[in-house]
């Protein structure tokens, strides 16, 4: 039996790359995070930093080829993911693991209807037939906030709104009850006020089920209001690791103080914002040494030739920098 104080997902040291002819793609160079039962887990970071593939191997939806895991462990509740036949795991995934998708359009069917779709998971795993599995389609879609959901089942996913068609995603993830909800970027292409409606519902939703989530996302706002921890990402790394408080009172790495202070905000009197100068890196050729240092104003010659250590600077928070302790201290 698992401990139950122990992490429902542990992700060691992961790495995923993606082949092409001869070209690969490292797009996970060492993901590491763990997320407890009833606790929000962030995985931040900059698009093309790794987050949405460290999602997507959790849920082994990787296409092989071009994608393969080449490092690293996934454990979901004392089971070892990666050493778990598919066959096995598709049984696991909805009934244990939902995951919500950033693109609710292309990740709805088109020609069926949303009922049809919500019920899916009922009929999958032979827990209920057509009718009672609609009823239930019915009154998860009536409690993710659809008005009418009677009638509303049987609409199809372009009659929807994207906040609409979102909540039906959520619908669709949480109808087995599992015990770890995957949102990745929930709140992608929404205007804000129907952005902070889909937080609300997913925060109500994990309270109620007392679920664990991993939200990954772009939006420090997000990560401040609802998560319990946060790991950062960048070229395909969790640069920065620890509760939510610590690392955004107090971050040691480079790339998170440079997120924070790139932040507009409204109690300063702001003549410009404060971007991170250049680009993220080219996942198929990253630069030698911390991945970072092309843009960061605390580079080294240490830093461009080598890998930079791990270095816990306090208590269950760590950082990957030659400068992490310089960080942290403010120095």
């Known amino acids: 039996m698992p401990d139950a104080g122990a992490p429902l997902l542990e992700v060691n040291d992961l790495r995923v790359e993606f082949r092409s002819g001869r070209e690969i793609v490292r797009a996970v160079n060492g993901a590491t995070f763990s997320v407890r039962r009833g606790e929000t887990a962030a995985v931040l970071g900059e698009s ?4 949405s593939v460290t999602a997507a191997a959790i849920m082994r939806l990787l296409a092989s080829p071009p994608a393969h895991i080449t490092g690293g462990s996934i454990r979901f509740n004392g089971i070892d993911v990666l050493g778990t036949p598919m066959s096995e795991w598709r049984q696991r995934c909805g009934r244990e693991l939902g995951m919500v998708f950033q693109d609710a359009l292309a990740s709805l069917n088109p020609v069926f209807s949303v009922g049809w779709q919500v019920a899916e998971p ?3 795993h032979g827990i209920l037939d057509t009718r009672a599995a609609l009823e239930r389609a019915e009154a998860l879609l009536g409690r ?5 959901p009677h009638a509303r089942a049987r609409d199809y996913p372009h009659q929807f709104s994207g906040g609409m068609r979102q909540r039906v995603m959520i619908a669709m993830a949480i109808a087995l ?7 990745d970027e929930p709140t992608t292409a929404l205007d804000v006020t129907v952005q902070a409606q889909i937080m609300d519902l997913l925060l109500d939703l994990q309270r109620e089920r007392h679920m664990a989530m991993v939200l990954i996302t772009h939006d420090l706002g997000v ?16 640069v ?5 408080r610590d690392v955004l009172s107090r971050p040691a790495h480079p790339y998170t103080l440079a997120l924070l202070e790139s932040v507009p905000r409204a109690d300063l009197d702001q003549q410009q914002l404060n971007p991170i100068v250049g680009s993220p ?9 911390c991945s970072f240092h092309p843009r960061c104003r605390r580079a080294s010659e240490q830093c461009r030739a080598s890998s930079p250590p791990g270095v816990e600077v306090a208590p269950g928070h760590h950082a990957e920098c030659f400068h992490a302790q310089a960080v942290f201290d403010g120095r």
């Open 281 to 289: 890196p080219d996942m198929a050729t990253l630069p030698v040494g």
């Open 223 to 238: 990560v401040a209001e609802v998560a319990d921890h946060v790991a950062v990402m960048y070229g395909g790394r969790v």
């Open 122 to 124: 009922f009929r999958a």
């Open 177 to 183: 009850d599992p015990s770890l909800l995957i949102a």
């Open 240 to 244: 920065e690791s620890g509760r939510v």
């Open 48 to 51: 093309g930093s790794g987050k």
């Open 144 to 148: 993710v906030g659809i008005p009418e």
